[in-house]
């Protein structure tokens, strides 16, 4: 896998193919697991996070999955490099942003990554499309099964797998939902959302997960405790809640259609009309059209474009993508008027299509 070539592809949870895509992005599960005979990341030193990364990198090249993972060193690659990665959701920005050895091994379609020496040293996740969680965790749990054959794990009988934080401390799990939510904030509903999914311990993050703002109407949802709960009860506590989510927001956006259909066409065909013709444009302000565009194609007011290439057009359009894709770095004003024009093309060809 080349990182140039990501920017020519679509990996499988932006291609819109699970159930309920219309409101739910992607499914993940994230694993994470420490050797036991290393300190943590955050206590370890150079020499031994190369150890680190050297051991495990092997590791993952002899695993018995038909599965080829690809590695990318994250020390030797370059910042834009690496915020791509960022941009795709197959590292943390936390990861990214480190310093000293570290790396990920991504696999086909994007589905699979595994991070090295994050906070914990194995980060394993697996992203689908649409609401899969059963898929994602199966995936997760073969894979984990896989390399714990191979390494061994810090693992206390009384607490479980032990990690760098004591959140994580358990099963180490952390299952979360990508949703679309932009009726249920039009309706004013989202916080009243928010404040029952926080009754149940379950967080609300924005795009790119901890410590990130919600933009373009994305909330990620995930469960916050995993010391004394099972794999099992964590997925089923977060898939009970999702469907409530999903049958909300499908409420309002039907409130919408009804009461407010007129005012609801006009801000889906202004947001479509300034991607269209606009000669400047922030990341943010790209995310809040898409995301209106978004809802327009989902209640059927506009069909010029389609779900997958909206989908698209969010992750391209982000500063690591739109620089990989004109093949130059950009200071921040250059950027958003390449991406004002690369919307303009991307849009003017939909057009010369349909």
């Avoid at 943590?40 to 150890?51: L, M, S, Y």
């Avoid at 960022?86 to 000293?100: K, P």
């Avoid at 894979?143 to 099963?171: I, M, R, W």
């Avoid at 989902?298 to 391209?316: A, E, M, P, W």
Wanted: hydrophobic share 40%; aromatic share 6%; with cysteine.
């Amino acid at each position: 896998m080349n990182l140039d070539s990501l920017t020519q592809n679509s990996g499988e949870w932006l291609r819109a193919v699970g159930p309920e895509a219309d409101i739910v992005i992607s499914s993940r599960i994230r694993l994470a697991r420490n050797l036991s005979s290393f300190p943590f990341t955050n206590r370890a030193n150079t020499h031994q996070k190369a150890e680190i990364e050297q051991y495990l990198q092997g590791r993952l090249q002899k695993l018995d999955i038909d599965l080829q993972l690809d590695y990318f060193n994250l020390a030797t690659i370059t910042p834009l490099d690496r915020q791509l990665l960022v941009e795709r959701q197959l590292v943390s920005r936390e990861l990214a942003n480190s310093e000293g050895p570290r790396g990920v091994a991504v696999g086909a379609n994007e589905i699979v990554s595994v991070m090295i020496n994050e906070e914990d040293h194995v980060r394993l996740q697996v992203i689908r499309s649409g609401f899969s969680m059963d898929e994602a965790w199966q995936e997760a749990d073969r894979l984990d099964d896989k390399l714990e054959e191979k390494v061994p794990y810090a693992f206390s009988e009384e607490l479980g797998y032990l990690t760098a934080c004591p959140t994580n401390v358990g099963t180490g799990l952390r299952a979360s939902v990508m949703l679309h939510l932009p009726a249920l904030v039009l309706t004013k509903q989202i916080e009243k959302v928010f404040r029952a999914l926080q009754k149940i311990n379950l967080a609300v993050r924005g795009l790119y997960g901890e410590g990130s703002r919600a933009s373009g109407d994305f909330y990620q949802i995930s469960n916050q405790v995993t010391l004394g709960k099972s794999e099992t009860t964590i997925i089923n506590e977060i898939r009970d809640v999702i469907p409530q989510i999903i049958a909300y927001e499908r409420q309002a956006r039907q409130t919408l259609t009804r009461e407010s259909r007129p005012l609801i066409l006009d801000r889906v065909k202004r947001a479509f009309g300034v991607l269209k013709s606009a000669a400047m444009m922030t990341s943010e302000e790209t995310m809040d059209l898409l995301s209106s565009v978004r809802l327009g194609v989902n209640l059927g007011l506009i069909d010029d474009i389609n779900i997958v290439v909206v989908n698209q057009l969010f992750i391209h359009t982000q500063p690591a993508h739109l620089q990989k894709l004109l093949g130059r770095e950009l200071d921040s004003e250059e950027r958003n008027s390449e991406r004002a024009r690369f919307l303009r093309n991307r849009l003017s060809e939909m057009d010369s299509m349909n």
